[in-house]
């Protein structure tokens, strides 16, 4: 099938290149139909379908966070969240209107718009990832004292399940609760999953700052082990780093020092960044990937979808060169901003993926190394495991950002 899309402006036409994105066209000979975005006029005789002005503006600002450039609105870290939001999060807009596009093209001409099948026959996609901020709950004395203090909340049991996990994790630094690793990859390796692995590179005094170095040998071991494993290693962007494109290229210098190939993929720490200043610096970089655009604070679609789509350079007025992999359930989100309980923390995220399995499209999903503890995380390690154990129940098809690209655009 050929579909021509009519569209009179640069934002239009990059609208219509991402709502195409997961169908299977053939470009060549003249158009089954001619899709007008905005006011374009087709010309000829060619069945029409009209995605008007004001849907096509919506989307445009929906995918490119136009809402977020026309406000100052920040929290305490200078982030837009979805509090601040007059969007519906919880909905993938975007998908919703290329459904309904479907719709009406296939009532005009009769068949149905082919779609790809970027996954092999799996039902939709995973991109799961786990940001890496902390591997030594019991070096950091801040953090000791944070947990102590919220287990004392919860009364002398608790606290002294913390105190003898500090202590074992002073002794014995694979005892730290922190350091999850072989639980994760274990995980995986019985799925025949793999991820990405968003590491930062210096360690800083900060409380934001992580407490490790990829100059340390077990740091480095581990990143040789995940990629030997298949996973992929991306840039966790350091909390001052996301704006700011000599850090990113230096931090990229870092890392690929230790993983000896080029770094595709990264996402911001703290999911810190503001919509164009992260386009521009990510311009400079060779970063071909970002994956930051999810709300700390809330589960959903930031972006209004569950595919992939290209970041859109406001101050160039065209698409920038970087996909954006958007970022859907968090850990942190689901326990402490959302404050859901391990029960209903499984099912607020299986809510999001119920939307994505309907679409066919790629769930992001971040799970810390340093949220499966059974302290402070009590009963979440078992939400991680349900979840990809609903993963593999459903098929899905669970892989590095980089991997899911190139499925879907063959980059
Ligand atoms: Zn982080």
Redesign the pocket.
């Known amino acids: 099938m050929n579909i021509d899309f009519v569209t009179g402006e640069a934002r239009f036409a990059y609208v219509a290149e991402m709502l195409a994105l997961p169908w299977a066209l053939t470009p060549d000979g003249s158009p089954d139909v001619a899709v007008m975005v905005g006011s374009g006029e087709a010309s000829g005789s060619v069945a029409t379908v009209r995605l008007d002005e004001s849907t096509a503006a919506s989307l445009f600002r929906r995918l490119t966070r136009l809402e977020e450039l026309a406000t100052d609105r920040a929290d305490a870290h200078g982030r837009f969240l979805a509090t601040y939001s007059a969007e519906p999060v919880g909905e993938p807009t975007v998908d919703v209107v290329r459904r309904q596009l479907e719709q009406r093209i296939e009532r005009i001409i009769g068949t149905p718009v082919p779609r790809k099948q970027p996954w092999g026959g799996a039902p939709y996609a995973v991109a799961l990832s786990h ?1 890496v ?1 902390a591997v030594r709950l019991g070096r950091s004395a801040k953090r000791v004292a944070a947990r102590l203090a919220r287990a004392t909340r919860r009364g002398p049991r608790a606290t002294v399940a913390a105190l003898g996990q500090s202590a074992a994790a002073f002794v014995s630094p694979e005892r730290d609760p922190f350091w999850t690793f072989d639980y994760l990859r274990e995980q995986e390796r019985h799925f025949g999953f793999q991820s990405t692995w ?1 590491f ?1 590179t210096r360690p800083g005094r900060r409380i934001v700052d992580p407490d490790y170095s990829l100059s340390e040998k077990r740091i480095a071991a581990l990143i040789t082990a995940l990629e030997e494993e298949g996973h992929d290693i991306g840039l ?1 962007y350091h909390y001052d780093s996301a704006e700011d494109s000599e850090r990113l290229i230096a931090e990229l210098q870092e890392l690929q020092a230790v993983t000896g190939r080029p770094v595709h993929t990264g ?1 911001a ?2 999911l810190r960044f503001s919509y164009q200043r992260l386009v521009t610096a990510l311009r400079g970089t060779a970063l071909r990937i970002d994956t930051s655009i999810g709300y700390p604070d809330q589960v959903g679609f930031r972006t209004g979808t569950c595919w992939p789509h290209l970041l859109f350079d406001h101050d160039r007025d065209q698409p920038a060169p970087q996909w954006e992999f958007p970022m859907h359930v968090m850990d942190g989100t689901l326990r402490t901003y959302l404050q859901c309980g391990p029960e209903e923390g499984l099912r607020t995220a299986l809510a999001i993926r119920d939307q994505v399995r309907n679409e066919g499209g790629v769930l992001g999903v971040v799970w ?1 190394n340093s949220s499966l503890d059974e302290v402070n995380w009590r009963g979440w390690r078992a939400v991680y495991a349900n979840l990809l154990q609903e993963f593999a129940s459903d098929g899905a098809l669970v892989a590095p950002e980089s991997v899911l690209l190139e499925r879907l655009v063959g980059q």
């Open positions: 940001d901020d968003n930062q966790h996402r720490h703290y810390h």
